[in-house]
């Protein structure tokens, strides 16, 4: 079973390159006259020679270096995100080594990060829990490029149940505000909608042609039998109808 990478790991197979008084060509060996600082051509056998902190490296080892400190990059940004369940690095690694296990190959950052969500959500006792739970799986999808509509769908309707409960009766959408918002959510803002309307259609995030899924949010409407009264007295004043 192979280990969780770190960059450090990296040092042990160039070590021989920066014990050593002269600098070799990763492909070739051949000395060289002078250690490159950047990318540079080999006189001898014609490959680039590409340099990662300090180290002389071919470009596959390259490739691999960079894709394993995204790896660790992830992690990291994920282990600050999982933080208000209480996962730690240990935990992280725990949940990690039980999948493998499962898998019977080391599993994946986002498997893990599925794992523990999932984990999460079966502890969730209120409203707020399941909701937190259901905003991080939703951004899991989005970075796998998946769009995160279902989990979505659960989480507006968690906040429209909760807003029922208040005795809230209408709701009014309300958008990102920003670039990156669709047409459709566009045309919904502002809306105002009767919660029970709402909770059977779910406009959003059913609307939204984002790739990325819907960021729009449902925000109660106070006092709308008080709003309506009085909107139907201006338009009576007014003989709008």
């Known amino acids: 079973m192979n280990q969780p990478f770190r960059t450090s790991d990296l040092d042990t197979p160039f070590k021989e390159y920066t014990k050593m008084s002269e600098p070799r060509c990763p492909y070739c060996n051949k000395v060289l ?24 490296m071919t470009l596959e080892q390259v490739e691999e270096y ?11 940004q994920w282990l600050e995100r999982l933080g208000k369940y209480g996962v730690t690095e240990q935990i992280f690694k725990s949940y990690q080594m039980k999948l493998s296990n499962e898998f019977g190959t080391q599993a994946s950052i986002n498997d893990t990060v599925w794992r523990i969500l999932n984990t999460e959500l079966g502890r969730a006792t209120d409203a707020q829990s399941l909701r937190t ?25 968690l906040s429209l149940l909760e807003l029922q409960q208040d005795g809230v009766t209408h709701v009014t959408i309300s ?50 039998d008080d709003e309506s009264k009085a909107k139907r007295k201006r338009k009576k004043r007014f003989g709008l109808f």
Not at 211 to 216: D, I, M, P, S, V
Request: with cysteine.
């Open 33 to 56: 006259d002078k250690k490159p600082t950047r990318k540079k051509k080999c006189p001898h056998c014609g490959n680039y020679i590409y340099v990662r902190r300090g180290q002389l």
């Open 133 to 157: 739970v259901y905003y991080d799986m939703a951004e899991l999808l989005r970075s796998e490029g998946k769009n995160p509509v279902s989990v979505l769908e659960k989480t507006a309707r």
């Open 66 to 76: 960079e894709a394993r400190q995204r790896e660790e990059w992830k992690q990291k």
């Open 175 to 224: 958008t990102a505000n920003d670039t990156y918002v669709c047409d459709s959510c566009k045309a919904m803002e502002g809306k105002v909608v009767a919660i029970d309307l709402a909770l059977r259609e779910l406009p959003i995030p059913h609307v939204c042609t984002s790739n990325g899924g819907c960021r729009c949010v449902y925000l109660p409407v106070l006092n709308y």
